[in-house]
């Protein structure tokens, strides 16, 4: 199985936490593939069997908190996705409030079937990799 993790990262948390999901990935007996999110191709999608997704959270105002502008930007390029299973995760530094669920719905947007999310502390940028892993391959094998 070939999993594309794909990430939007300005100071490197975020790089970190895409590194232990693709980490995470491969102790689970699958390729994983990093790329920066905006450098994401139709060929890497066609690609991968399923993907995993993350980024920075970004707050403008309180009310406005959510992925970063850059990543939603980026996703929204992004070709569809048929099906494909997918996670996403991202790091912050006070509250992701609803990063996840509209990372997870932009990704909807694209037909991705999204199993699993995680949020990590950008103190702890790796918590929550494997689980999240864990949860991607699973949902591949039972396909
Ligand atoms: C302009 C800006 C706005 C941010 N807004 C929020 C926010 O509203 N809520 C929050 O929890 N973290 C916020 N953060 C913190 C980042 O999400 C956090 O530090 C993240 O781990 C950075 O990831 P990166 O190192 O991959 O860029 C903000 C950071 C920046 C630079």
Redo the contacts with the bound molecule.
Sequence with gaps: MKVLVAYE???????RAAEAVAAAVRACGSDATLKVLSETTAEDIEHADAVAIGS????FIVVK?GPAKAALEAIGRLSAMGGKPAAVFC??????RATLATLRRSLEAKGANVVAENASH?SHPDRGAAELAKRLCASQEAM
């Design positions: 990262s300005r100071s490197g948390r975020t790089r920075w959270v970004e707050g908190v790091t912050y530094a006070a509250n992701p950008r």
